[in-house]
């Protein structure tokens, strides 16, 4: 059972342009979502979080937003640059004591960036 | 701030053997968190340990199993080791496992093989 779901396994971009990577969760009880970039034989890396109660989250070149009615959120990269070449996940989060540590990922897009 | 630490990196076992991974997480990290990675699966969450108890656990067989030390560093191991056992394994530490407190930061993994 897939809950949080990435249905393109890969993107690609021209550099200073955006990136717009999607996920989809079907657990309306996710009440916490984080987007992590890993690169190859290194581990995820924390890039940008947003709480069920928020729609957007900024931070620098990064958006998130959530359409908690679609149980749909986007990551949005303006402008993408070769570096931003990676593994992008989708996760997320229970609220409470029942889901300490525990974080439910997606299967990932590889984004590229041509310069 | 040293980063969390797996090690080994790489190892190679056969089937039926057993095999132990440690992980040292970020100073000050209580919560650590065991995720195995596959290229059929993705990111599944084995179990997370927090001030020496197992607080979380995923649908894994009770072949894989865990501790955690006074210090926090945590240890995972897995008995009678099966060619499907073959994957990264991710070692992710926060503050208290509550990813709306603390995102996870990860280890760079150890790649288990199983010939």
């Known amino acids: 059972d897939q809950q949080v779901k990435q249905n393109s396994p890969s993107l690609s971009v021209q550099e200073g342009r955006i990136s717009i990577l999607n996920c989809d969760y079907t657990?309306?009880?996710?009440?916490?979502f984080l987007w992590y970039k890993k690169y190859p034989a290194e581990g995820p890396t924390f890039l940008i979080s947003?709480?069920?109660?928020?729609d957007k989250n900024e931070d620098g070149r990064f958006t998130v937003f959530l359409n908690k009615s679609a149980k749909h959120l986007s990551l949005h990269i303006v402008p993408s640059q070769p570096g931003d070449s990676a593994v992008y996940f989708c996760?997320?989060?229970?609220?409470?004591?029942?889901?300490?540590?525990?974080?439910?990922f997606g299967q990932g897009t590889i984004l590229t960036v041509h310069p | 701030k040293a980063g969390v630490t797996q090690t080994p990196r790489y190892l190679i076992k056969t089937r039926g053997q057993q095999v132990t991974l440690s992980c040292s997480p970020i100073?000050?990290?209580?919560?650590v968190s065991w995720y195995q990675q596959t290229p059929g699966q993705g990111l599944q969450f084995l179990f997370e340990?927090?001030?020496?108890?197992?607080?979380n656990k995923g649908n894994f067989p009770g072949r894989f199993s865990g501790r955690q030390f006074s210090n926090s560093r945590s240890e995972m191991n897995v008995s009678t080791l099966e060619l499907g056992d073959s994957a990264l394994y991710l070692c992710?530490?926060?503050?208290?496992?509550?990813?709306?407190?603390?995102?996870?930061?990860f280890g760079d993994g150890t790649r288990l093989s199983i010939l």
């Open positions: 657990n309306s009880m996710f009440d916490y």
């Open positions: 996760a997320a989060s229970l609220a409470g004591g029942t889901s300490y540590g525990k974080l439910t």
């Open positions: 100073s000050g990290h209580r919560s």
């Open positions: 992710a530490s926060s503050l208290d496992g509550d990813a709306f407190n603390q995102p996870q930061h």
């Open positions: 947003i709480s069920s109660i928020k």
């Open positions: 340990y927090f001030s020496e108890t197992q607080r």
